[in-house]
Nanobody, 119 residues
Framework: VQLQASGGGLVQPGGSRRLSCVAT????????YAWYRQAPGRQRELVAS???????????EYGDSVKGRFTISKDNNKTTLYLQMNSLKSEDSGTYYC??????????WGQGTQVTVSS
């Protein structure tokens, strides 16, 4: 199993960015996928997760700090996880990691993509 995250970069406050994470060698539909982030000097925190469902569906959960601004989704056909980030703030800066857990509880991490929100 491999998770390849991309889409990070420099964004101005109030701007938007979409992160992608391509999963390979895994049965996509049954897994739980998530985005975590980690800022320098801080613990890694859950941003959003999505479980089950067809493309465009699934049960989602969000961290309190991103509710209403971020949207997690997945495309089962493309085996790709997305994180649409809107109304970005400086405190959203950090390295974003995609994460996968299969029904047996085994977990994998992607390599991380850096998001910097700054003017």
């Amino acid at each position: 199993v491999q998770l390849q995250a991309s889409g990070g970069g420099l964004v101005q406050p109030g701007g938007s960015r979409r992160l992608s994470c391509v999963a390979t060698n895994t049965f996509f539909t049954l897994n739980t996928y998530a985005w975590y982030r980690q800022a320098p000097g801080r613990q890694r925190e859950l941003v959003a997760s999505i479980t089950g469902g067809l493309t465009g569906g699934g049960r989602t959960e969000y961290g309190d700090s991103v509710k209403g601004r971020f949207t997690i989704s997945k495309d089962n056909n493309k085996t790709t996880l997305y994180l649409q980030m809107n109304s970005l703030k400086s405190e959203d800066s950090g390295t974003y990691y995609c994460h996968m857990k299969n029904p047996r509880g085994a977990m994998w991490w992607g390599q991380g993509t850096q998001v910097t929100v700054s003017s």
